[in-house]
């Protein structure tokens, strides 16, 4: 399938790593030139290196902190206009409500919540303008699935989700799309360290962090990459007609209501 995204610019923060930088290198794969933003300039610049190995097309680096509103309204000026937009950057810490600090919630929604409010504001603007473009925001199923020892994430995430509706549900007026994706446990460093130190709080051994899976759908976790691929075809004119919505790709975990219960032994 063409998805008719050659020659288009992505704009894509949090590229350094995971589903960031599987993206990146989906939409490089689709011929798009690419404005990477993150924290690590060393990271970017091996993305960038080992892309331009591949395909011959224009990366643009943004190393820097995007937390603060000032970071994306000069993000979005050293742009300029982009075709699609992808709000990836961001971490917001697990904890319940009794372990999480003021300093952690604030932390956390700095860079992601606001982060993605605050882009969007700059980016939607300029799509608004010409009458054309793509606004993906990655989010994660614990805005719809609820978990209390990860309360700041589901409280976030469900703020994101409305968010991208709000603005999704009127956009396609002016000629713009506002997307949602939802990921459930997806492999990726960060999801990595969750296991381990879940395992650790309780297994007493981190190296244990494998037998989770087996509560999880499939026995296993999404892949980065097919976190990507939805996102390419949500960006792509094949989705003409998707706006104002979220898409959950987590196997199946929200529409059973949790990976930590058991599930139904496969025959």
Same mark, same amino acid.
């Given at each position: 399938?063409?998805?008719?995204?050659?020659?288009?610019?992505?704009?894509?923060?949090?590229?350094?790593?995971?589903?960031?930088?599987?993206?990146?290198?989906?939409?490089? @794969?689709?011929?798009?030139?690419?404005?990477?933003?993150?924290?690590?300039?060393?990271?970017?610049?091996?993305?960038?290196?080992?892309?331009?190995?591949?395909?011959?097309?224009?990366?643009?680096?943004?190393?820097?902190?995007?937390?603060?509103?000032?970071?994306?309204?000069?993000?979005?000026?050293?742009?300029?206009?982009?075709?699609?937009?992808?709000?990836?950057?961001?971490? &917001?810490?697990?904890?319940?409500?009794?372990?999480?600090?003021?300093?952690?919630?604030?932390?956390?929604?700095?860079?992601?919540?606001?982060?993605?409010?605050?882009?969007?504001?700059?980016?939607?603007?300029?799509?608004?303008?010409?009458?054309?473009?793509?606004?993906?925001?990655?989010?994660?199923?614990?805005?719809?699935?609820?978990?209390?020892?990860?309360?700041?994430?589901?409280?976030?995430?469900?703020? &994101?989700?409305?968010?991208?509706?709000?603005?999704?549900?009127?956009?396609?007026?002016?000629?713009?799309?506002?997307?949602?994706?939802?990921?459930?446990?997806?492999?990726?460093?960060?999801?990595?360290? @969750?296991?381990?130190?879940?395992?650790?709080?309780?297994?007493?051994?981190?190296?244990?962090?494998?037998?989770?899976?087996?509560?999880?759908?499939?026995?296993?976790?999404?892949?980065?990459?097919?976190?990507?691929?939805?996102?390419?075809?949500?960006?792509?004119?094949?989705?003409?007609?998707?706006?104002?919505?979220?898409?959950?790709?987590?196997?199946?975990?929200?529409?059973?209501?949790?990976? &930590?219960?058991?599930?139904?032994?496969?025959?």
């Amino acid at each position: 399938m063409d998805l008719q995204l050659s020659g288009k610019s992505v704009l894509i923060t949090g590229a350094s790593r995971g589903i960031g930088r599987a993206a990146a290198a989906t939409f490089a @794969m689709e011929g798009c030139s690419l404005h990477l933003a993150a924290r690590s300039a060393g990271e970017i610049e091996s993305l960038r290196d080992e892309i331009l190995g591949k395909h011959k097309l224009e990366v643009t680096l943004h190393p820097g902190d995007l937390s603060t509103t000032q970071s994306m309204v000069a993000l979005a000026r050293a742009c300029g206009d982009v075709d699609i937009l992808i709000n990836n950057a961001g971490d &917001i810490p697990a904890g319940s409500i009794e372990t999480l600090s003021d300093a952690d919630w604030r932390l956390g929604f700095d860079l992601k919540l606001f982060g993605y409010v605050n882009l969007t504001h700059e980016i939607y603007a300029r799509m608004k303008q010409r009458g054309s473009g793509v606004i993906i925001n990655n989010i994660g199923n614990s805005g719809e699935n609820w978990d209390y020892n990860y309360v700041a994430g589901s409280t976030g995430n469900a703020a &994101i989700m409305a968010f991208t509706k709000a603005v999704g549900g009127v956009s396609l007026d002016f000629g713009v799309r506002v997307v949602g994706v939802n990921p459930g446990p997806i492999a990726t460093d960060r999801m990595l360290r @969750m296991m381990k130190h879940r395992a650790r709080e309780k297994l007493g051994d981190e190296s244990r962090w494998r037998e989770y899976l087996r509560d999880y759908p499939g026995g296993r976790m999404g892949t980065a990459e097919e976190v990507a691929d939805l996102m390419a075809f949500l960006a792509s004119p094949r989705a003409g007609y998707i706006t104002g919505t979220i898409v959950t790709i987590d196997g199946g975990v929200a529409a059973y209501g949790s990976i &930590i219960k058991p599930r139904p032994k496969r025959e």
